[in-house]
């Protein structure tokens, strides 16, 4: 049984740092890729970032780049990071992680298989 389980949300200040981990089980990420999503309220689910396992390649929704930066631990741990610096109001949503086989720079999420229930992230200005 796969499963994902984020874990690091919270209430945060604007200007502040949130880190979020993505813990997963039953399924390899060394294998794909691994992203994070985020859905405000009554907006869509959107793209934040993604890593390539086997390579380490990132990428990011301009909206966050320079501010997010996804990273992942070794093999053994089957675990990613975002760190999120210099939050905004704007960064307030539920934060999702997911993962597919392959490696590419996948940004749709009807691309990705597997998913977590979620983090609550809440910026307050």
């Known amino acids: 049984q796969v499963q994902l389980v984020e874990s690091g949300g919270g209430l945060a200040q604007a200007g502040g740092s949130l880190r979020l981990s993505c813990a997963a089980s039953?399924?390899?990420?060394?294998?794909?890729?691994v992203a994070w999503f985020r859905q405000a309220p009554g907006k869509e689910r959107e793209f934040v970032a993604g890593i390539t396992w086997n390579s380490g390649s990132t990428y990011y929704a301009d909206s966050v780049k320079g501010r997010f930066t996804i990273s992942r631990d070794n093999a053994a741990k089957n675990t990613v990071y975002l760190q999120m610096n210099s939050l905004k109001p704007d960064d307030t949503a539920v934060y999702y992680c997911t993962t597919r086989r392959g490696s590419y720079y996948f940004t749709e999420q009807q691309s990705f298989y597997y998913w977590g229930q979620g983090t609550q992230v809440t910026v307050s200005s």
């Open positions: 039953g399924v390899t990420f060394s294998s794909g890729t």
